[in-house]
């Protein structure tokens, strides 16, 4: 991470999930003042506290759909990292209200509590779900985005920088399919997949954290930011993960859950038309046009034809070999290989 965190305060709203994990780590290493963990699971905080023991880490039990909770958490913090969220699309299908209470609502409470702070900056934290999305998470989050970059379009002098940040499924983080697959394979279980053909793009936590951290550092008012990535099918993933623990076990496909897409889109092509190609990310601008449509009747936007969605089907595509390789950056695979006794492999 940069070192412009050296000396603030930091608030990550979810903090005890595996990114805040991940980025509260990261952040002490900067110099950073403190960090503030708001969430609701105090047993969570506990534990957290206990793993990462460090004076200038601070916990705040609240919610974000709660707009008190989060004005006390905010105070006098420089940055914010809104990681809260319900992130299961099964559990939003069936509580549809409950997503928008908390992806929705609750994001609005954090940009509120910030402006108010003087926040110099919030990053939202967004997913591949929200693009031409199909079930009630990907429509809240979407929403969620849509709250944010709001907040620009009707307060374009503010004080308090708000962006976004998307991404597809981070390997290893909490209720993923890696995880899983894993305990399945100690168990001497079947590999459970969906659908062998379905991809997902792939991304590691310290990927969404540099993701993030590079929103802080280059993102203007109402900026979303993407970073490019490689897809594979969760049926070569499966093989993958089998291959690693030198395990012969079946993959069983149980078919498509409530509301999953075959494939993911990070970034449609009229979010591409307007957006700016930074190497490994895309910028891509809000859309600031006013509620006077009048001056687009006529005229269309022919750049928009001239480019395809940033889509998981059609991205390169890691064979099994390469997804592989990329499990083995995970450390939580170092662990569970080891704790099976398999060497492993030299990269």
């Known amino acids: 991470m940069t070192s412009s965190y050296e000396g603030k305060r930091v608030l990550i709203t979810g903090g005890t999930g595996s990114f805040g994990h991940t980025v509260a780590a990261q952040l002490l290493t900067t110099g950073v003042d403190e960090i503030r963990i708001l969430s609701r699971d105090e047993e969570k905080q506990d534990r957290m506290r206990h793993t990462i023991r460090d004076s200038r880490l601070r916990f705040y039990v609240g919610d974000v759909r709660d707009l008190d909770s989060v004005e006390r958490a905010t105070k006098s913090v420089d ?102 697959f894993v305990s399945q394979l100690k168990a001497g279980r079947p590999l459970t997949i969906t659908n062998p053909d379905m991809t997902r793009f792939m991304m590691s936590l310290a990927d969404s954290v540099s993701l993030v951290d590079f929103a802080f550092e280059h993102a203007s008012q109402g900026d979303l930011f993407v970073r490019k990535a490689q897809s594979c099918t969760i049926g070569d993933l499966a093989r993958a993960v089998t291959n690693l623990f030198r395990s012969n076990v079946p993959i069983e496909v149980i078919g498509t859950r409530h509301a999953e897409k075959l494939s993911e889109v990070l970034a449609s092509r009229e979010e591409l038309s307007r957006a700016v190609d930074m190497g490994e990310h895309f910028r891509i601008v809000a859309d600031n046009r006013d509620l006077n449509y009048g001056v687009y009747v006529s005229e269309g936007d022919p750049e928009t034809l001239q480019y395809s969605d940033y889509d998981s089907h059609t991205v390169d595509r890691l064979t099994v070999e390469q997804i592989e390789d990329l499990l083995l950056t995970l450390p939580e695979i170092h662990r569970e290989l080891a704790l099976a006794g398999i060497a492993v492999p030299e990269q």
Do not use: W
């Open 79 to 180: 940055y914010v990292f809104h990681a809260a969220a319900l992130k299961q699309v099964p559990s939003c299908e069936f509580f549809p209200m409950e997503a928008i209470r908390t992806n929705v609502l609750g994001s609005e409470n954090v940009v509120r509590a910030a402006d108010h702070a003087g926040v110099q900056s919030v990053v939202c934290l967004s997913t591949d779900k929200a693009v031409y999305p199909v079930n009630a998470m990907g429509m809240s989050k979407a929403l969620m985005e849509k709250v944010a970059q709001s907040f620009g379009l009707n307060n374009p002098s503010a004080a308090t920088t708000v962006s976004c940040v998307r991404y597809g499924n981070v390997m290893y983080s909490r209720g993923s399919v890696i995880p899983l």
